[in-house]
């Protein structure tokens, strides 16, 4: 018995066993115990996650390769979690550091990636597969056209990773584009020299109009005058660095009215 690909659910199952164990092998295995590996499907990967010495976790929303994996896996049950990634709450079940892991289902990507990041006081590691455009795009640095939200936000805690490329001939069913496999390391001092929820709004504001200059995009924050007439406020949000959005932040926190 297989599992039967669902389009809805973002289902490719790998079929290359050395990508799955090369994707696995992605995680450094230091400074955690846990693994959380979302979106396991028929288990292709976990087995080589169940060679290690870290303890595997599995998430699965799809309650048919949920039981496939219990009559197969018969040791991982216990720790299978039958549920959707993006609407658990992540400290409901780990406690201690975990890194993530997965082959993600690629319709909600950014959603897991953007997840991770509010939860990255556990999280100090994460690698998996994405599309290739979207694996790119967290690994961007400033001045492409793919810099955006996610690349800032990822980069401001994590050291970005662009790993390797997978092509579609290896899954069933082949999605139409490119794969692309990163690894984030969390930095070992991931607090920002700002208040984090600005820097958040900052960046995704600024990118809401990404054509736009900062000094129109960011009218919404309510500036004073003089500091939209910095040279800054001139810029576009992909010319910036994330050095720079963290200190723009800071200059948006003292701006005086
Ligand atoms: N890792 C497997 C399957 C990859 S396909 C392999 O490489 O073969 C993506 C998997 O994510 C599917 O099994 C799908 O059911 C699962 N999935 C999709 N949305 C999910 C969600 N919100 N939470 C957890 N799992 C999800």
Redesign the pocket.
Known sequence: MTVRAKKH??????KDEQI?SDIANTLTEKGYDTVLE?????G??TKYLLEKKYTTHV????TE?VEYLQNTYLNLTPRIISA???KINITDYFEDQFAIV????YN?SSQIVFKTLEHRDRIPEFSGMFQKEVAQRIAEKKGSKTYGILSVLAQAFYDVEYLFTVPPTVFNPPPKVDSGVIRMLRKEDYSLPVDEKLFFRVVKTAFGQRRKMLRSSLKALNLSDSLRETELFTKRPEQLSVEEFINLTSLIEQDAH
């Open positions: 659910l973002g289902q490719h199952f790998l799955a979302i979106g396991p499907g028929m292709v990967m998430i699965e929303i799809d390769s959707d990634f993006l997965g082959n993600f289902p909600i």
